[in-house]
């Protein structure tokens, strides 16, 4: 289940953690994901340091495929600790995420994550960008994965409409899947795959109310850290998710080719049709007619609509 406990929020609002999540608040750059008892922070949609609870103090973890020095030297030199207890080790990590970053950097040359990149920056424009407070969906998780129930979203999200936010109960779930280029579209993750899989997985009202449960704790700790950026309600903001609510499924295309006839014979196809009036989920495609990630429920359109582009 994913959710942080009582002392794990505590470290990160007033504790051993908080100059971490201080230094995450100042870099754009960077994004906190919560998971079940340990967080990610990610950078270009990587995950540069993973941070997990343990009973007297916090694991601290960097993915050393990211240095590609000899033998990693790079990496070793900063002699990391890995288990924290004391700020000054805290301190340590926090100097390191320049070379951090660095490696990273390097890594994505040769090894390009372009889609994943782009679902950190939906996050950032739709939870801390200067814009974020008119938009109408919050990100409550990327690369979503649960093995249990062999459930994966590339993004998880609450739609709150701008017209009803002064009631904090007046939200619903959203499933996102982004594609980047057409290369994407086909094959075993492409959006045929994707409708067939959104259905089953919601066709299991036992699913759906176990994600609905965490996307509501990640959303309202997310809050409580102060790392979403919207004007606040003076009522009750602690938001609640219904499973009567029939949740969204959207397809969000970046960087599609409109000269390839390939989109439109997915969409046109049968296998792809049996699915979009599903009783399950609302399937909605975004548009937007200037460059940009914000997510706004006028730029959600049913399928019939998006079919009329192609005509």
Sequence with gaps: MRGLSNEFMASLKNGLLKPILERIKKDDTLML??????????????????????????????????????NRST????????????????????????VLKELMDFWFIENPRLEREAQQLVERENNRSSISGITEYFITDIEYADSLNSSKFDITAIKWPAKGRTNSRNCR???????????????????????????????????????LEEMTTQF?????????????????????????NKPEFIFLLANHNPRSPKLKRILSSPE????????????????????????????????????????
């Design 33 to 70: 994901a919560i998971r079940g008892g340990y967080i990610n922070i990610y950078y270009r949609g990587g995950n540069l340091i993973k941070i997990t609870e343990q009973p007297t103090s916090f694991e601290l973890y960097f993915d050393q495929k990211y240095d590609l020095s000899e």
């Design 75 to 98: 990496f070793h030199l900063l002699n990391l600790p890995k288990r924290i207890t004391e700020h000054i080790q805290v301190a340590k990590w926090i100097s390191s995420i320049a």
């Design 173 to 211: 779930a959203s499933f996102i899947e982004m594609k980047y280029g057409d290369e994407q579209l086909t094959g075993t993750s492409g959006l045929i795959k994707h409708i067939a899989d959104i259905n089953r997985f919601l066709s299991n009202r036992m699913n759906y109310s176990k994600i």
């Design 220 to 244: 309202n700790q997310f809050d409580e850290l102060g790392l979403l950026k919207f004007n606040h309600p003076q009522n009750n903001t602690v938001v609640r998710l219904s499973d009567f």
């Design 272 to 311: 792809f049709k049996k699915h979009i009036h599903s009783d399950n989920f609302n399937l909605r495609f975004y548009v937007n007619s200037d460059a940009g990630y914000a997510l706004h429920i006028d730029n959600m359109l049913t399928y019939d609509e998006y079919m009329i582009r192609f005509t």
